[in-house]
């Protein structure tokens, strides 16, 4: 995991000095995200997440002041290696010789992936900050939201020779709310019943189409 930016104890989080804790800590924090794949953050118990990090209820305890402590070392872990991947992943010589359509892809494809990757932690942390819309959840998602979106929209305006749309400014902002939602509700949450539930690589090739069409980006 990229450093953190802030103390930990801000987090309600005691952070371990010797090489042992470190590595229990880094045992609980993987037992659960890989629990929340599997059920919501208000069903899953200490005992689980200590018994399937070979650990014990007191080393939770040594370390998080409770469960909410741990949520939030997950999110920002996980914001700070989504604003990282999403920089590199971003980054002008990467995208030097590429074309709108070919940028689009490419950020639907990983968006897709992303999201299946980590579905169970994302599922919790959207939960949560729905329901505390002024935590420091919702302000971490609105902030990396608003830089991914900036980021995308400025590379695709660059191209803006490659898209028929009229108002590319106003179009390729809608578009990739298109994306974040369709992917949120499919993936993270595994909603939609006005459409039948398919395979991540049906998903994208139909999403990215949709998103091409609306744009006039010619497919490949």
Known sequence: MPARSEPGSLRGLRLPRQARSRATLDRLMTAAAELLAERRFEEATVAELVKRAGSSVGAFYARFGNKEALLRELDERLFEAGRTSWRDFLADERWERAGAGEILDAFVGRLVAKRRERRGLLRALVLHARANPGSDFAKRS??????????????????????????????VPFALQIADSVTRDAIVFEEGALAPKRSDRALEADLTRVIRLHLGVKEP
């Open 142 to 171: 609105v902030r990396l939201n608003r830089r991914l979106v900036g980021r995308i929209t400025e590379m695709l305006l660059a191209r803006r020779g490659d898209m028929g749309h009229p108002r590319p400014e106003e179009a």
